[in-house]
């Protein structure tokens, strides 16, 4: 069982701390409207990785190189808008002006939408997740769950943290979270003109 557990955590604090679509649209969020309403969207990967952990490991742990494509493109024209509305966000505040009121609920629902278009998760689902969760329950269905609960559980934790670590005023002012919202504008454009251009110019 231990082992199944450090590679649960391994993998879920590697996931999290990765530079990503989720985690610039999470810092992005943060930032504009501060940690409270933006923590509910650290739960974001429980509500899409279900669909997408069962339908990888019904395409047998691979999903076909035109799926990936459609998904990365799709993604792509996701994080652009992200990234527009991040940049008005930024445009329309003042060097000292408080985080922007927003719902929870919200925000929980364009960040699931976020990884739902993120090919990451099925990437990880198909190539380390898929294959270990296979492998832990054909020694017993206790070790799988423990795998997936030690992955998720860590995932959130970290995901949690850094939206605390960038919407606390303690750690960053109104000026600090402006220049936040600006470079995560940016990040999340970049990402989704790579996206596109992958998806446009695969290999």
Do not use: K
Request: charged share 10%; proline share 7%.
């Amino acid at each position: 069982m231990l082992q199944y557990l450090m590679l649960g955590w391994g993998f879920g604090f590697a996931a999290s701390v990765q530079p990503g679509p989720l985690q610039a649209f999470l810092l992005s969020r943060a930032a504009s409207q501060g940690w409270i309403r933006t923590l509910p969207a650290s739960l974001a990967p429980l509500l899409t990785d279900g669909p997408i952990a069962l339908l990888v490991l019904l395409a047998v742990g691979r999903l076909s190189p035109g799926a990936q494509l459609y998904l990365r493109s799709a993604g792509g024209c996701l994080l652009l808008y992200l990234a527009w509305g991040a940049l008005r966000e930024w445009r329309r505040s003042a060097p000292t002006s408080r985080p922007t009121p927003g719902s929870g609920a919200r925000t929980l629902m364009q960040a699931a939408a976020v990884n739902l278009l993120n090919p990451n998760p099925y990437l990880g689902w198909a190539l380390v997740l898929g294959p270990a969760v296979m492998s832990a329950w054909r020694q017993s269905p206790v070790h799988a769950v423990a795998l997936i609960a030690a992955f998720y559980g860590t995932m959130v934790l970290v995901l949690a943290g850094s939206i605390l670590f960038a919407g606390t005023d303690r750690f960053l002012g109104p000026r600090g979270r402006r220049i936040l919202v600006l470079l995560s504008a940016v990040v999340l454009a970049a990402l989704g003109v790579y996206q596109l251009f992958v998806s446009i110019l695969p290999g």
